[in-house]
């Protein structure tokens, strides 16, 4: 957490940056936003499929069990490889 005096610091350095400076700084935050959202969306996906597949817990998985995850997962990725390949192809239209 950021204190008053390193948030006011931060505004300062930004007030003295030229416009490309601005520019890197603003790609950076972008990339850490669609970092952390990622992150987000791993968490949400595995504990939907844990949900989705694992029925009793213990010290290993059953077959079933094992199989499920790695088609959840899987679709998962390809879920966000498609995601990602729209984006690309918007962006380049």
């Known amino acids: 957490m950021s204190?008053?005096?390193s948030l006011e610091?931060?505004?300062g350095l930004m007030a003295t940056l030229d416009n490309e400076g601005k520019k890197v700084?603003?790609?950076?935050?972008s990339q850490e936003a669609?970092?952390?959202?990622?992150?987000?969306q791993m968490h949400k996906y595995?504990?939907?499929c844990w949900d989705k597949c694992i029925t009793t817990p213990g010290n290993s998985f059953s077959r079933t069990?094992?199989?499920c995850l790695q088609n959840c997962v899987n679709r998962f990725f390809d879920a966000q490889k498609h995601i990602?390949?729209?984006l690309?192809?918007?962006r380049k239209n």
């Open 34 to 40: 669609a970092a952390s959202e990622f992150t987000s």
């Open 84 to 86: 990602i390949d729209s």
């Open 65 to 67: 069990e094992t199989d």
């Open 3 to 5: 204190s008053p005096d």
């Open 46 to 48: 595995t504990s939907m």
């Open 25 to 29: 700084i603003q790609e950076l935050l």
């Open 88 to 90: 690309l192809s918007d």
């Open 9 to 11: 610091n931060a505004v």
